[in-house]
């Protein structure tokens, strides 16, 4: 800008002093006023939006660290074992080759791997912090916290650029959750939430809504327990890792 | 810019080679080399802005992400497990449903709750990892990791996003202090080092300084025991959850 | 911009209607015409710098967290106790003043101290959350999780801004690796990957690469163990504390 007034006063000053039968009128604002301005204009912008943009940063700096630490979503989950959850069941875990002792342990002792509780918490993107099944596909059964009204599921896997393959991801998912006062009652009005595929080239975080017929049903669709069942996996034959598992939701509001 | 160029370059132009008596004196300068320098120079000042923007960003992110993985505060906590405080003392804690066991074994092996620790570690957005007091009323004992001159306390609740309830919030916080050097002296010289209110529709992780008087004394206020006293909570009748004690200050410079 | 029009009109004015032998030929458009389309013109650019900003921002905000979510590094870490990795050997460590039982149990049990783990997980910025070695030299041997070609080396340290002393850091470093198959195979062919100084006044998280015969010999030169020894620290005389050792590299290509 500022050379933009140098520039252009040139070609207007020989209008300034220009041949013209009358005395010649000049121009009595000197360029250097008129530069002076100019500048003082453009710096005054400059900063206003060097202040403005500072602010706007830091605001929206701010707002993602304030998401992250929120447990990367800011949206309560209901399957978090330190809120409460467990898992109750699952299909055959991956023993360890070095140390299988402590999963056969127990896993007899109460049906639940050790490692099952890492579906439950976060992984801090470490490799490793899953819960690994046998095979390429299997099942796991959550009971949250308490009954809610389900509103989204989100599967999560390690990220991509901490580990050397991701074939161990889950792929075909399907979600489904019933009511279940007590230990010992069934799989009664079990219905399917969800049905969704994990893909590995997006967000290692993935959320998935609830089935329209579910959301229709709103209050009336209350669940305390959550069976992940995955049919296929993205293509390790041995076995197939689980990062995290979050069960969205409210409580009824009646 | 672009736009004003061509607009109002056409008002001049008449007067370029007006009307004069002597010969009409054309104007060198093209229309569009004019055109050309104002683009050049608004090109480069975009492009300027672009990359002075660029690396503000960057420099504001880094420091802000710093700071989150700088345990959120940037700032010693002497209080932390990790370095070696300990809670020493608290009032009756809120025994878990379903699975008390260890709650009340803990409890009794060494007087300390097994979640008691919680409140000195950090709680990673995670809802229900805190030490949870039976009622609306309460206390907790810490022992600092090393006699320090106290500066300002910390109370950290969980964020609101991730939890449908926050009513077991603390609200009037008392924090007094004394220097103990054998486990089984009393409380000499005990003093208060802050009474606020914490309150959850603010920040979750709220910082409160050291009255005056403390501040006042400055290396003559040696402490190594702070106490917590929650007069009330917001809300909840059952009890009241404490995420994160800290205890900001330095060393003796002596 | 707004005000350069206004200054700058005036200036032109007089040469509107100037004087010549013709009649005077007025400029038709009026002066808030222009400064109409100058200000629709600024408010454009204006907001499309807004525009463009926030997009700008939040996309590099996105993958600063993303990155700091991947471990801090975004690299995979063949040295993750998560991953499989475990500390098998060491010098001795600096046990507890309070509490050194489960030390000196874990060490007399299976030769490696109970802390020795935190060396292989991310310590989240809490101090005190790392390995203590007694003095101001020592060594810890590393089985990584596979045999892989190492390609760099991380060494991390507490940040300056959690702690008050950082004295207990290492500085001079040498961190030789070799390929060991069975448990009670020496170290057969061990070579140096590194040496370097680990600097407290830089930042806290250091990576080396792997010096020049070993990046020379490729896929040729795989290890699964590493040893790092440490010659000299940042001044402590009774510990050195390493909070995080990191081996990058990737799997052999045959």
Chains 1, 2, 3 share one sequence.
Request: include cysteine.
């Amino acid at each position: 800008m500022a050379v933009t007034a140098q520039t252009r006063r040139p070609a207007h000053t020989p209008y300034s002093a220009p041949p013209t039968r009358q005395a010649p009128t000049v121009n009595k604002s000197p360029h250097w006023l008129d530069f002076l301005i100019l500048s003082a204009v453009l710096l005054f912008f400059l900063e206003l939006i060097v202040v403005v943009g500072r602010i706007a940063i830091d605001n929206r700096v701010e707002k993602a660290i304030q998401k992250h630490a929120a447990d990367g979503l800011a949206r309560a989950d209901y399957a978090a074992a330190s809120w409460g959850a467990t898992v109750v069941d699952h299909s055959e875990p991956r023993y360890e080759r070095d140390w299988p002792w402590l999963g056969w342990w127990s896993t007899w002792w109460n049906g639940v791997h050790h490692k099952a509780i890492h579906m439950l918490s976060p992984s801090f993107g470490e490799p490793g912090r899953c819960f690994p099944l046998k095979g390429r596909s299997g099942f796991v059964v959550v009971k949250l916290r308490e009954p809610i009204v389900p509103e989204a599921i989100t599967i999560e896997h390690v990220l991509d650029s901490v580990v050397d393959d991701r074939s161990d991801a889950p792929k075909d998912c399907r979600v489904t959750a019933w009511l279940q006062h007590d230990r010992y009652d069934g799989k009664k009005n079990e219905f399917v939430l969800a049905e969704f595929s994990y893909d590995v080239r997006k967000s290692n975080v993935q959320t998935c809504g609830v089935s329209g017929s579910v959301a229709k049903a709103r209050d009336e669709a209350i669940v305390n327990m959550v069976e992940l069942q995955f049919g296929s996996n993205n293509g390790s034959p041995v076995s197939t890792c689980i990062y995290r598992l979050r069960v969205h939701g409210h409580k009824p509001r009646s």
